[in-house]
């Protein structure tokens, strides 16, 4: 979760002034992306008729203009003590206190991933395979997906899209790997996310691609399904015959 940039924003509803068609809005940022908020910063800002025009920013610790209207402003906050003190505490009283919240209520909450790994590509013998490791419905979006082939991680020949919201608070990712299969060989996807306690190693089995395997549980049920009406036809025809009369020609 570290690695990830957090970012709480908060806007204020914007006030409209229908007699001219202006309007005016302010936003409250928290931006932070370690878990003990080391990093944490607040940033207010403010915009005219969707113009920003005036920016506080905690790290450079004063108001910033963008506009006439905007440095003339800043200048006017920069002097104004209580002002000043009010952003500067809004650090910890805004920021730190809503970020809590947002840690308990949405950040501490974690959903495992469905992984699966198939083949999507034969290999001719001169062009390689290609496998996917897929993970489904998983929460939060940072993952780490690689490849081990006999224990070790592959560098190249890899291609993962990015995490990809569901729409419904679930992420999911995909990852491709490129390979010329030899015999013997052990291929695995390893998946990393804060809902395991250690990375999770899903096995390649090249044994029967999956669609392989369904073409012959298919051909399976379908001949047994043949061999019990032909032997019901035959029983039924034996019965049928028992109970005739045979007159010689």
Same mark, same amino acid.
């Given at each position: 979760m570290s @690695? +990830?940039? &957090?970012?709480?924003?908060?806007?204020? #509803? *914007?006030? =409209?002034?229908?007699?001219?068609?202006?309007?005016?809005?302010?936003?409250?940022?928290?931006?932070?992306?370690?878990?003990?908020?080391?990093?944490?910063?607040?940033?207010?800002?403010?915009?005219?008729?969707?113009?920003?025009?005036?920016?506080?920013?905690?790290?450079?610790?004063?108001?910033?203009?963008y506009?006439?209207?905007g440095?003339?402003?800043?200048?006017?906050f920069?002097?104004?003590?209580?002002?000043?003190?009010?952003r500067?505490a809004?650090?910890?009283?805004?920021?730190?206190?809503?970020?809590?919240?947002?840690?308990?209520?949405?950040?501490?909450?974690?959903?495992?991933?469905?992984?699966?790994? @198939? +083949?999507? &590509?034969?290999?001719?013998?001169?062009? #390689? *395979?290609? =496998?996917?490791?897929?993970?489904?419905?998983?929460?939060?979006?940072?993952?780490?997906?690689?490849?081990?082939?006999?224990?070790?991680?592959?560098?190249?020949?890899v291609?993962?899209?990015?995490?990809?919201?569901?729409?419904?608070?679930?992420?999911?990712?995909?990852?491709?790997?490129?390979?010329?299969?030899?015999?013997?060989?052990?291929?695995?996807?390893?998946?990393?996310?804060?809902?395991?306690?250690?990375?999770?190693?899903?096995?390649?089995?090249?044994?029967?691609?999956?669609p392989?395997?369904?073409?012959?549980?298919?051909?399976?049920?379908?001949?047994?399904?043949?061999?019990v009406?032909?032997?019901?036809?035959?029983?039924?025809?034996r019965?049928?015959?028992?109970?005739?009369? =045979?007159?010689?020609?």
């Amino acid at each position: 979760m570290s @690695k +990830l940039l &957090k970012i709480l924003l908060i806007l204020l #509803p *914007a006030v =409209l002034h229908t007699a001219n068609g202006n309007s005016m809005s302010l936003q409250h940022w928290c931006i932070w992306s370690k878990d003990d908020l080391s990093d944490l910063e607040y940033i207010h800002s403010r915009f005219s008729n969707k113009i920003k025009y005036l920016e506080y920013n905690s790290t450079v610790g004063k108001y910033v203009g963008y506009t006439e209207l905007g440095i003339y402003n800043a200048e006017r906050f920069n002097k104004d003590p209580a002002e000043m003190q009010a952003r500067k505490a809004a650090l910890d009283t805004f920021c730190k206190n809503n970020v809590g919240v947002y840690y308990s209520g949405i950040l501490s909450k974690t959903v495992e991933p469905q992984v699966k790994v @198939k +083949l999507v &590509k034969k290999s001719d013998g001169t062009h #390689p *395979a290609t =496998l996917m490791c897929s993970a489904y419905s998983f929460y939060p979006p940072t993952i780490s997906v690689t490849w081990l082939r006999n224990g070790k991680e592959i560098k190249g020949d890899v291609t993962s899209t990015e995490e990809m919201a569901d729409g419904d608070w679930y992420y999911q990712v995909h990852s491709h790997l490129e390979y010329m299969p030899e015999s013997g060989e052990e291929i695995s996807c390893v998946v990393q996310h804060a809902s395991f306690r250690k990375p999770m190693n899903y096995k390649w089995d090249p044994s029967m691609p999956e669609p392989d395997k369904s073409k012959i549980a298919i051909g399976a049920s379908g001949l047994v399904l043949g061999i019990v009406l032909s032997a019901a036809g035959f029983i039924y025809y034996r019965k049928k015959c028992s109970g005739r009369i =045979l007159v010689p020609t």
